[in-house]
């Protein structure tokens, strides 16, 4: 007897990825979902990020890590915004990327509407987390020019579903030796619409342009 | 042994633990109590789940369900393209999503699958 029953295998995750995203949009919030390697700068890059927007809108950070706090009390010492840790190694068997469940589970019962912009700052990884929803917005993956210019080739899946690419590091190019348009070109065949900003989140050179791509989403 | 499978942790865990839910989901709605034989499965290329590593977690993860001992049929569907200019379809290499014929942009149509096919029963059935 065989039963043909034909079924997303991700369903389950993208039935409470709509419901976060429904959440989110009641609270008039909107979502970003902060993807890279460990070491790009994710944490950096939002510390700018929060510094230059504390002021004019309400933020809040759901921080995602297998383990321990490092991210979340950083970014305290910023700016005095709701913080949520995510540890997957309590609940989650240690995963190294953030899913919907996960999401839905961290904000429970809190309604914070009116919150502005959401960041999500996902398990440092260049894998898993493109495969799940967790009811983003936007995509948005953190690249530094340390990394070298082949991951879009060798991680084409997460270079893939990005709509922002932030290449962080900008300051030290020429002492790494990247090659920019090497770099870009990779990107290309992966993402033809991928917008790169280059930024440094050490000298902050790139960071307005940035912040001016959440201007915009905010203004919708 | 969990504390194997924590200290091993990839995403196929999840996918895994999905693959079992939406598997023992369809079985339930169908009032089926007896156990399942094989899966079929289809995985794309364009995915990030590695086939063997998912081999390892359902067969973890469908201990003491209708699935255990179950095998899990994997199908492999190739990245498949579509460029939104000349139409012309192509399974380009993994790393490269422009079109093959005229450098333009492509969709994806094949490539993304995560999904249960089916679910063979075991012979006891009849």
Same mark, same amino acid.
């Given at each position: 007897?065989?039963?043909?029953?034909?079924?997303?295998? =991700?369903?389950?995750?993208?039935?409470?990825?709509?419901?976060?995203?429904?959440?989110?949009?009641?609270?008039?919030?909107y979502?970003?979902?902060?993807?890279?390697?460990?070491?790009?700068?994710?944490?950096?890059?939002?510390?700018r990020t929060i510094k230059g927007l504390s002021e004019r809108y309400r933020l809040a950070?759901?921080?995602?890590?297998?383990?321990?706090?490092?991210?979340?009390?950083?970014?305290?010492?910023?700016a005095?915004i709701?913080?949520?840790?995510?540890?997957?190694?309590?609940?989650?068997?240690?995963?190294?990327?953030?899913?919907?469940?996960?999401?839905?589970?961290?904000?429970?019962?809190?309604?914070?509407?009116g919150t502005d912009l959401?960041?999500?700052?996902?398990?440092?990884?260049?894998?898993?987390?493109?495969?799940?929803?967790?009811?983003?917005?936007?995509?948005?993956?953190?690249?530094?020019?340390?990394?070298?210019?082949?991951?879009?080739?060798?991680?084409?899946?997460?270079?893939?579903?990005?709509?922002?690419?932030?290449?962080?590091?900008?300051?030290?190019?020429?002492?790494?030796?990247?090659?920019?348009?090497?770099?870009?070109?990779?990107?290309?065949?992966?993402?033809?619409?991928?917008?790169?900003?280059?930024?440094?989140?050490?000298?902050?050179?790139?960071i307005p342009?940035w912040l001016g791509w959440l201007d915009r989403r905010v203004a919708? | 042994?969990?504390?194997?499978?924590?200290?091993?942790?990839?995403?196929?865990?999840?996918?895994?633990?999905?693959?079992?839910?939406?598997?023992?989901?369809?079985?339930?709605?169908?009032?089926?109590?007896?156990?399942?034989?094989?899966?079929?499965?289809?995985?794309?290329?364009?995915?990030?789940?590695?086939?063997?590593?998912?081999?390892?977690?359902?067969?973890?993860?469908?201990?003491?369900?209708?699935?255990?001992?179950?095998?899990?049929?994997?199908?492999?569907?190739?990245?498949?393209?579509?460029?939104?200019?000349?139409?012309?379809?192509?399974?380009?290499?993994?790393?490269? =999503?422009?079109?093959?014929?005229?450098?333009?942009?492509?969709?994806?149509?094949?490539?993304?699958?995560?999904?249960?096919?089916?679910?063979?029963?075991?012979?006891?059935?009849?």
């Open positions: 007897v065989i039963i043909k029953d034909v079924r997303n295998i =991700l369903s389950a995750n993208d039935r409470i990825a709509v419901a976060n995203r429904e959440r989110f949009t009641r609270w008039d919030s979502v970003v979902n902060l993807m890279g390697a460990p070491g790009a700068g994710k944490t950096a890059i939002l510390e950070v759901i921080e995602g890590d297998v383990r321990g706090s490092y991210d979340r009390d950083r970014l305290r010492r910023v005095d709701p913080i949520v840790q995510i540890n997957t190694e309590i609940a989650y068997g240690g995963e190294c990327h953030l899913d919907a469940l996960m999401i839905a589970n961290a904000i429970g019962d809190v309604e914070l509407p959401v960041f999500i700052e996902n398990v440092g990884n260049l894998v898993c987390p493109a495969e799940f929803d967790v009811g983003e917005n936007s995509k948005v993956m953190v690249a530094s020019v340390t990394e070298g210019e082949d991951k879009p080739l060798k991680y084409p899946l997460m270079y893939s579903v990005c709509d922002v690419l932030l290449l962080n590091k900008s300051d030290i190019a020429v002492a790494v030796d990247f090659d920019r348009e090497l770099f870009r070109q990779n990107c290309r065949s992966v993402n033809p619409g991928l917008l790169i900003i280059e930024v440094s989140a050490r000298s902050g050179e790139g342009a919708g | 042994l969990l504390a194997m499978v924590v200290s091993e942790a990839m995403h196929e865990l999840g996918i895994a633990r999905s693959l079992v839910e939406v598997a023992v989901a369809a079985m339930t709605e169908r009032c089926v109590t007896i156990p399942a034989k094989s899966l079929q499965v289809e995985v794309g290329r364009f995915t990030s789940v590695v086939p063997d590593s998912l081999r390892f977690y359902f067969e973890v993860l469908s201990r003491e369900t209708l699935l255990e001992g179950a095998e899990l049929a994997i199908e492999t569907i190739p990245l498949r393209t579509r460029c939104q200019k000349c139409l012309v379809e192509a399974e380009p290499d993994i790393a490269s =999503l422009l079109c093959p014929s005229c450098d333009g942009l492509v969709e994806v149509v094949g490539g993304r699958e995560l999904r249960l096919i089916s679910i063979e029963l075991s012979d006891e059935a009849a």
